[in-house]
């Protein structure tokens, strides 16, 4: 399982506070993760003003999708840092301001992406989002394909319920359902990996 810190405790009751339309925590969470995420997408696009774009686009769906967060998967800043990624993916992408170096950044591997999105993280915290990360690709592979689908797009992507119906071109309830069903498989798997003997 992932490290348990206090602050990304306290993140998690955020993102859990947030999932519950609650404005306070909402601004909480942006006055603890703002100044690192608009960071992350300056690093991308290399512009104050598209940079500023696209957290205040992360943050919109912050508010729209917090509760899909699932603290199983990552930790609350690999989530958000996901999230700012593929936004200033997109933004240049649109832009037509691709660079060979953004090229590069599409193509990485998730290990090349967890290293940098985790940069500051320490050696346990490493080691053990790497375990994580082992279980998930398993037990993402059980799930039927419209699931795993739906589940990488909202998740990794970021995309909201209406743009993942939009996206897949379903209606929004079977989405919804998807989501639902694909979160509540993987959960139990995770769960049933846990408590698993180890060494086996």
């Given amino acids: 399982m992932l490290t348990h810190t206090p602050e ?14 609650d404005h306070a925590a909402f601004k909480q969470l942006y006055d603890l993760t703002s100044a690192h995420l608009y960071g992350v997408a300056m690093r991308f696009v290399r512009q104050r003003e598209l940079a500023d774009e696209i957290l205040q686009d992360a943050f919109i ?22 999230i700012v990624r593929n936004k200033s993916l997109d933004r240049l992408r649109k832009g037509k301001l691709e660079s060979d170096n953004t090229s590069s950044f ?6 090349q992406y967890q290293e940098e999105v985790m940069e500051h993280a ?16 398993r037990c993402l592979s ?10 990488a797009l909202a998740y990794y ?27 509540d498989r993987l959960k139990k798997c995770l ?5 698993a003997p180890q060494g086996k």
């Fill in 122 to 137: 320490d050696p346990h915290d490493l080691f053990a989002a790497a375990t994580e990360k082992i279980e998930v690709t």
């Fill in 157 to 183: 992507n970021g995309l909201s319920h209406s743009e993942l119906a939009e996206q897949l071109q379903v209606p929004l309830g079977t989405a919804k359902a998807w989501i639902r069903r694909g979160l």
């Fill in 191 to 195: 769960e049933q990996a846990s408590l």
């Fill in 142 to 151: 059980q799930l039927d394909a419209p699931q795993r689908q739906s589940l």
């Fill in 61 to 82: 769906n912050v508010w729209q999708q917090a509760g899909s967060y699932a603290a199983t998967l990552s930790t609350p800043m690999t989530w958000l840092i996901t």
């Fill in 106 to 111: 599409e193509d990485n591997s998730p290990d």
């Fill in 8 to 21: 990304n405790q306290r993140l998690v009751d955020l993102l859990q506070r947030v999932s519950l339309q």
